[in-house]
Structure formats: structure tokens, C-alpha cells
């Protein structure tokens, strides 16, 4: 139940942040590993900087260990204290991993 949850509050986020309907070719979450400390943020709609470290590819996105308020903060583009939310989704990290179909903005 929670993973469907997490899965339908990333597609939903994007989807009404974005002008247009977004839509993946491929999509994989899952809780990241108990343990992990820091996450990284590669590829999609985040331009190069200092959570795109990597290999940049607009076309990916590579997530790893982000929280899910994380995800709604760049996709609304609001700050993190005026999302309201359970807990899990400031405490629990989550490998996202998504591939943008091609021609996509």
C-alpha cells in the first residue's frame, strides 16, 4: 500500500507541476537501504550543479536515497516548511529512478 502511495505522490507531483501531463517510460521506486546517509539527485529536470553531480541526462532521472518532500520541494519549487505531510515522507529515502520519453521538453 505505502509503495503504490509513494508511487502515485511522485507521478502526481510531477504531473501538476509540469504545463503538460508527464509520463515515464519506465519507473522504478524503492525504499532506499536502511543505513544509506546521503543522497544524490542525477539527470532529469534538475540542471547541472551540486545535487547533479553525475553524468547529467535530462532524459534519466537517477534519485538515490532522497525523501519524498524532496521531490515535492523541486517539483513545486516551495520551500520545504510549507509542505504538509506525513512523517514518512520527510524520514523515508527512496531510489527513484525514471526514464523520460524521448522528444519530452
Known amino acids: 500500500m505505502k509503495r503504490s502511495l509513494v508511487l502515485g505522490v511522485i507521478a502526481a507531483t510531477f504531473a501538476i507541476a509540469q504545463s503538460t501531463p508527464v509520463a515515464f517510460e519506465v519507473a522504478s521506486v ?21 545535487f547533479n553531480r553525475g553524468n547529467h541526462d535530462p532524459g534519466r532521472i537517477t534519485w538515490t536515497n532522497i525523501r519524498l518532500i524532496r521531490a515535492i520541494q523541486i517539483a513545486y519549487d516551495i520551500p520545504v516548511d510549507r509542505i504538509s505531510a ?17 522528444g519530452r521538453p
Open 30 to 50: 524503492k525504499p532506499a537501504p536502511t543505513g544509506a546517509v546521503t543522497g544524490s539527485m542525477d539527470g532529469g529536470p534538475l540542471p547541472p550543479g551540486p
Open 86 to 102: 506525513p512523517d514518512w515522507v520527510r524520514s523515508s529515502g527512496y531510489n527513484i529512478v525514471a526514464i523520460i520519453p524521448s
